[in-house]
């Protein structure tokens, strides 16, 4: 098999992600060429490719996923698919290096367009974090604080976590992770939370922590823009990142949709505010909204604040509900969007012809130290 158009994770300096134009005969094909190149590929690789689809993507996409999933579902996926020579992730990058990370040698992990990345995953780096680090250690005892890294994070630093007794966390297993995180140096413990503030916040409000057990470190500034007081006291310092496609809900929006549907539900991803959470019936990731979405009784109106790929999914598989958005203005991950039918289709054929084009491939060094993380996160939850 050649190799083509992918490239290694180092340490410190991750591989630019340059996609390469598609070629003519994938642009210009129409949907259904593509769906029967699609299937025709599909269909010779047999076994040897494993497609997996995170729940945002589009149902152009989907619909030729062998699993769907939230990004902890598809991590154990990945971990399990030991079969599979190809694993072909259709998510984002950090998914993708996740699926590399926890497969065998032998598998090669394919992310359809590289330059689908993720803006919160990018809002920290193994630098900024690794300064952040030797300035906490200015002022605190180090020993006791547990870095946690969201899924949404690059290897190197799920690396960093791994080198430093912390664990990766999801947003379907923030609790577990954070409960855990807090029990390894008694009541001196505490967390380091990146790249999401907002899941931080979340989560730690859940354990029932208040406001000022929790500081917001700014990497901008020096000490994170903290006094050193507040770094010696807070429980939780959490990483000024956030998602900018569930930033936008705001309580005026779970308002309005309470005033049209009195009695209806409101579920909420916990990358969305905390004033937006604290308004929301039920709180969890892309998995638990869809089976909140699934108990539901008919005839009830849902207001979802996450992305709309997978709202609108939920809303054409469940006639009998009246599923919507809590924002009105439609709010696409632009990231996940990046993976379509014409860059599925390309990777595939390619794969026929011999060709593996766009492996993510983590550098062995980072690969053991994230993979300490991953695992420790697989065993809390
Ligand atoms: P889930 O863990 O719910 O799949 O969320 C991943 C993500 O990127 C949400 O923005
Ligand atoms: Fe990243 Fe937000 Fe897109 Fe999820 S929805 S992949 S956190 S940018």
């Known amino acids: 098999m050649l190799l083509q158009g992918g490239f290694t994770v180092s340490n410190r300096q991750p591989g630019l992600r340059l996609q390469e134009p598609l070629p003519d005969g994938y642009t210009r094909a129409g949907p259904e060429e593509l769906s029967t190149r699609i299937a025709a590929a599909k269909a010779v690789l047999g076994g040897r490719v494993m497609i997996l689809g995170h729940h945002y993507q589009r149902d152009e996409v989907m619909r ?114 954070l409960t855990w995180a807090l029990e390894q140096h008694g009541t001196d413990t505490k967390v380091l939370f990146f790249p999401d503030q907002h899941l931080g916040r979340n989560t730690a409000y859940q354990l029932g922590f208040d406001e000022p057990s929790m500081a917001v470190w700014d990497p901008r500034k020096e000490l994170g823009g903290l006094e050193d007081r507040i770094v010696k006291e807070a429980r939780f310092l959490l990483w000024k990142g956030h998602c900018s496609v569930h930033q936008r809900f705001r309580p005026e929006h779970v308002a309005q949709f309470r005033a049209q549907h009195p009695g209806g539900l409101v579920l909420v991803h916990p990358e969305c505010s905390h004033e937006v959470v604290a308004l929301g019936d039920e709180v969890g990731s892309t998995d638990a909204i869809i089976r909140a979405v699934e108990a539901a009784p008919p005839g009830t109106a849902i207001g979802v604040a996450t992305e709309i790929h997978l709202v609108q999914r939920l809303a054409a598989e469940h006639p009998d509900l009246t599923v919507q958005s809590l924002d009105p203005l439609v709010c696409p991950c632009s990231t996940m969007f990046r993976i379509d039918a014409a860059h599925l289709c390309w990777v595939l054929e390619s794969l026929v012809e011999g060709r593996v084009l766009n492996r993510i491939s983590v550098d062995p060094a980072t690969a053991a130290h994230a993979r300490v993380a991953l695992e420790r996160m697989l065993a809390i939850a």
């Open 64 to 177: 030729w996923a062998d699993a769907r999933g939230d990004s902890f579902g598809l991590s154990r996926l990945a971990a399990d698919a030991t079969e599979a020579a190809y694993v072909v992730f259709c998510g984002v990058h950090f998914m993708a290096e996740s699926a590399d990370i926890l497969t065998g040698d032998h598998q090669h992990v394919i992310l359809p367009d590289l330059n689908a990345g993720c803006s919160m995953a990018d809002m920290a780096d193994l630098d900024s974090v690794e300064e952040a680090w030797e300035a906490i250690a200015g002022v605190t005892d180090v020993a006791d604080v547990v870095p946690i890294t969201y899924m949404n994070s690059s290897a190197a630093l799920k690396a960093f976590v791994g080198r430093h007794g912390g664990a990766v966390c999801t947003s379907s297993n923030a609790r577990a992770v």
